[in-house]
């Protein structure tokens, strides 16, 4: 059974530091590229981050240079670094491939807040 299951979200002041985990289970791991995404509250769901086969990344300009996106495909998980949070990175982050995207799984909530 294909699944993706992301973890490591909580409530954080700004200026800190998160991971986010997301464990996929059923597919061919190594062959896929990987994207970590993002839906606020009343609004669409955003590319975040995406790491290739390869292990070249990408990011949206809103989190360049303060996120890191990174796989272990011995562990088929991939990962999200987040450092120097702000108010506007609460959300909830999910994991997927951009080739034929997976169900989606329950994603995991981020909360920046003083």
């Known amino acids: 059974q294909v699944q993706l299951v992301e973890s490591g979200g909580g409530l954080v002041q700004p200026g800190g530091s998160l991971r986010l985990s997301c464990a996929a289970s059923g597919l061919i791991f190594a062959a896929s590229a990987m994207d970590w995404y993002r839906q606020a509250p009343g609004k669409q769901r955003e590319l975040v981050a995406r790491?290739?086969?390869?292990?070249?990344?990408n990011y949206a300009d809103s989190v360049k240079g303060r996120f890191v996106i990174s796989r272990d495909n011995a562990k088929n998980t991939v990962y999200l670094q987040m450092n120097n949070l702000k108010p506007e990175d609460t959300a909830v982050y999910y994991c997927?491939?951009?080739?034929?995207?997976?169900?989606w799984g329950q994603g995991t909530q981020v909360t920046v807040s003083s």
């Open positions: 790491v290739t086969t390869t292990g070249n990344t």
């Open positions: 997927n491939r951009p080739i034929k995207p997976l169900d």
